[in-house]
């Protein structure tokens, strides 16, 4: 039997999660995209906490959901470097890096992170 999309993506997630941890000094930019909004968050996987967050759900801004999402991506950057952060660890969380994913992280590039 042939697996879902969503599995696939599960299977993809759990495998990428054993290689990857964010610290407080190199946090886990999780990315999590549906088919309106898209969603980014700087983890701590050592503390389990949530450093920053930004979706396109905060925003106000207009045009394609490719372009919302290089401005989240500026976003999440804008809040990472108030509270200190240049460097990252990327987790797209299962999905393919193309499109909104990639853009978004475009987006955080441009505005400053390091992967």
Do not use: C, W
Request: glycine share 10%; proline share 1%.
């Amino acid at each position: 039997m042939a697996l879902s999309k969503v599995q696939k993506r599960n299977r993809i997630k759990r495998r990428v999660r054993g290689k990857i941890s964010g610290s407080a000094e190199l946090p886990r930019l999780s990315v999590y995209k549906s088919n309106k909004e898209i969603y980014a968050q700087l983890i701590d996987d050592k503390e389990g906490k949530t450093l920053a967050s930004a979706s396109s759900r905060n925003l106000n801004a207009k045009g394609n959901k490719t372009e919302i999402s290089a401005e989240v991506g500026k976003a999440i950057a804008e809040k990472a470097k108030a509270a200190g952060i240049e460097s990252i660890v990327f987790d797209r969380n299962g999905f393919v890096y193309h499109g909104r994913v990639k853009a978004l992280a475009d987006g955080a590039r441009e505005g400053g992170l390091k992967f």
